[in-house]
C-alpha cells in the first residue's frame, strides 16, 4: 500500500449515544479525512442493541455523505447481527449512488467487541472504503 492510498481513507473518530425518552437513542458519529476535517452524522432509533447499532450505522452514512459534500448517496439497506460460536458480528447491506450514476449496493462488516457503536461504524467504513476513496478528492477541492 502507498501513502497515497492510505491518505484517501476516512477514517472512525468517535461516536456517542444519547438516550432519549419512550425508549428512543440519538447517535452521533464523527469520521475525518487524513487531512483532519470531521465530519459528524447523526441518527435516532429504538433504544435496544440493534437499534443502537442500527443508528450508529445510519450516522456513519451521513457523516460521509457530508465528507464528501453529498456527492454520493448512501442508503442503509439492512443491518444484521450475526451470533457464531462466540463471535458477533455486524453485517451492513448499503446502496450508493454517485451524482449522476446508477445505484450499486455494497456489504462491511466487523466483529463486534467491547465498542458496539465504533464496530457499526467500522463495517460502514469497510463497505464503503473503496468508493469513498475515488470521491475523496472531490472533498478538498
Known sequence: M???EVSDRIGFRGSELEQL???RCRTRVVVAWSTGD???GAAQGDDT???RLKCAVDATARALEKS???EITLDVEGVRILKESDTTLIVVLISYRLLGGTQQKLVGSCIIGKQPLRSAALAVLKATNRIMGNVAPLQSG
Request: glycine share 14%; no cysteine.
Open 2 to 4: 502507498t501513502g497515497s
Open 21 to 23: 425518552p419512550n425508549n
Open 38 to 40: 470531521e465530519f459528524v
Open 49 to 51: 442493541e440493534a437499534g
Open 68 to 70: 464528501v459534500s453529498d
